[in-house]
């Protein structure tokens, strides 16, 4: 009784960012639209699921890897590498076909933790001003409450509005007995909180996947948030705990 329970609660307070079946990328919520191209890193993923259409973000971290969710899994992934307006054919885009999805093996679907997904194109990104790679954290590397760090993504700006182009908003890093309040399922060994709740900043449906780069480095990536709420704290999986799954996979 208690296993279902929590899963009730779950599927009522829970909401993995995906963008709607069929609908169009958005904003971050409370954010600016980036100067094009300057995000080199940033991937779009679009996702075919049975006859339904995801969307997700990513982020490169080798000429052949593209970092994202667990949960952005599907039958067959498209990623879109150096692109501004996702409505566009930008002459700087790069459309691959993914190869092979890696999600990590303990994933659970239920709970989200180990939400992480290495995705291996089917040939290498050529690198240009326009597209680059992200450097990812140390396994050793903690982040500490109160530090500022960026997210960008194509995820709506409210319950119902939408943009193309690709958005970023400063989040702070908030204590985990604040986030272990709000969602029974948090993790801090594999979860990071962002988002203070007095402040109309978050990332929202179509967020999933994106990185949250602090100082530079990329130290988290996009996982869930509240049901139909766009109010902060939100969840990220904490990359650093997750290094030496990631460079395993790579090889």
């Known amino acids: 009784m208690a296993l279902m329970i929590q899963r009730l609660v779950v599927g009522l307070l829970l909401w993995t960012f995906l963008l709607p079946p069929g609908g169009w990328a958005g904003e971050i919520i409370g954010g600016w639209e980036v100067r094009p191209h300057s995000r080199p890193y940033m991937a ?5 699921r049975g006859d339904k259409i995801y969307l997700c973000g990513g982020f490169l971290v080798a000429k052949n890897f593209v970092l994202t969710a667990a949960h952005c899994q599907g039958d067959s992934i498209t990623v879109v590498l150096g692109a501004h307006n996702i409505q566009q054919q930008e002459r700087s885009q790069q459309v691959i076909r993914v190869r092979r999805q890696i999600p990590h093996p303990q994933y659970n679907t239920e709970t989200l933790n180990n939400d992480i997904m290495l995705l291996q194109l089917s040939s290498n990104a050529m690198l240009t001003r326009e597209v680059g790679l992200v450097r990812l954290t140390t396994g050793k590397h903690r982040v500490l409450p109160g530090t500022v760090c960026k997210v960008a993504g194509w995820g709506m700006t409210s319950l119902n509005t939408r943009t193309d182009t690709l958005r970023e908003v400063n989040l702070s890093v908030v204590s985990n007995r604040l986030c272990q309040k709000r969602y029974w399922i948090y993790v801090p060994s594999t979860m990071l909180c962002l ?17 949250l ?23 990220f999986t904490r990359i650093s705990h997750f290094v030496p799954w990631i460079k395993a996979n790579m090889c």
């Open 44 to 48: 779009f993923l679009h996702i075919q």
């Open 195 to 211: 988002g203070n709740p007095k402040y109309p900043k978050s990332t929202y449906k179509g967020d999933s996947g994106s990185p």
């Open 213 to 235: 780069v602090c100082r530079g480095v990329a130290e988290g990536i996009v996982s869930f948030g509240a049901y139909k709420s766009i109010t902060p704290p939100v969840g």
